[in-house]
Antibody, heavy 120, light 111 residues
Framework: QVQLQESGPGLVKPSGTLSLTCAVSGGSISSSYWWSWVRQPPGKGLEWIGEIYHSGNTKYNPSLKSRVTISVDQSKNHFSLKLTSVTAADTAVYYC?????????????WGRGTLVTVSS | QSALTQPASVSGSPGQSITISCTGTSSDVGGYDFVSWYQQHPGKAPKLLIYDVSNRPSGVSDRFSGSKSGNTASLTISGLQAEDEADYYCTSYTTSSTFWVFGGGTNLTVL
């Protein structure tokens, strides 16, 4: 049974860089899946951040593209998110999620999420 | 403002049926059968309920069903149960550069 687990600092200072990792257990990150990051500000709806294929191909939300980098480490079976120049507006629960292939547009598996607060 | 429009809240009594709408445009909901629905209980991760407009993943109750007409998709929950009380989100593929669009979410209260 494949599981996703987010990890990383829960507090980031304004103008700093948010860094999170999503560990994939029970399966290989090198399968034909796309791996995504989605966030949810407190009390608000969901926002797609971007996704990556195990080959390194990426897609990003244009509203965040200038600040976002998503990378994959096949040897560690995890993928990562970096968001630079953060502000309070980036405070959110960050989820990693899986899309089963390029032909399918839904997330069939989600991590439990991790809250990241941007504050000094 | 979310790209897909959902009612902020709906309610129903146990045993009743409710429908949640999700309205987009011809660039997303109306143009493709790539609408999916997620259930989210407080403090929990979203759970896939419906994909490709009307398909249920294995393990999801057949009380949940999806449909689409024009630019509006709908999620219907029949035989409401207390555990259905949650937030529900729709999402769709879009031809815009964002690839994905989400609804703002609908809070379901079981009276």
């Amino acid at each position: 049974q494949v599981q996703l687990q987010e990890s990383g600092p829960g507090l980031v200072k304004p103008s700093g860089t948010l860094s999170l990792t999503c560990a994939v257990s029970g399966g290989s990150i090198s399968s034909s899946y796309w791996w995504s990051w989605v966030r949810q500000p407190p009390g608000k709806g969901l926002e797609w951040i971007g996704e990556i294929y195990h080959s390194g191909n990426t897609k990003y939300n244009p509203s965040l593209k200038s600040r976002v980098t998503i990378s994959v480490d096949q040897s560690k079976n995890h993928f990562s998110l970096k968001l630079t120049s953060v502000t309070a507006a980036d405070t959110a629960v960050y989820y990693c999620a899986r899309r089963i292939s390029a032909a399918y547009w839904y997330f069939d598996l989600w991590g439990r999420g991790t809250l990241v607060t941007v504050s000094s | 403002q979310s790209a897909l429009t959902q009612p902020a809240s709906v309610s129903g009594s146990p045993g009743q049926s409710i429908t949640i709408s999700c309205t987009g445009t011809s660039s997303d909901v109306g143009g493709y059968d790539f609408v999916s629905w997620y259930q989210q209980h407080p403090g929990k991760a979203p759970k896939l309920l419906i994909y490709d407009v009307s398909n249920r993943p294995s393990g999801v109750s057949d009380r949940f069903s999806g449909s689409k007409s024009g630019n509006t998709a709908s999620l219907t929950i029949s035989g409401l149960q207390a555990e259905d009380e949650a937030d529900y989100y729709c999402t769709s593929y879009t031809t815009s550069s964002t690839f994905w669009v989400f609804g703002g979410g609908t809070n379901l209260t079981v009276l």
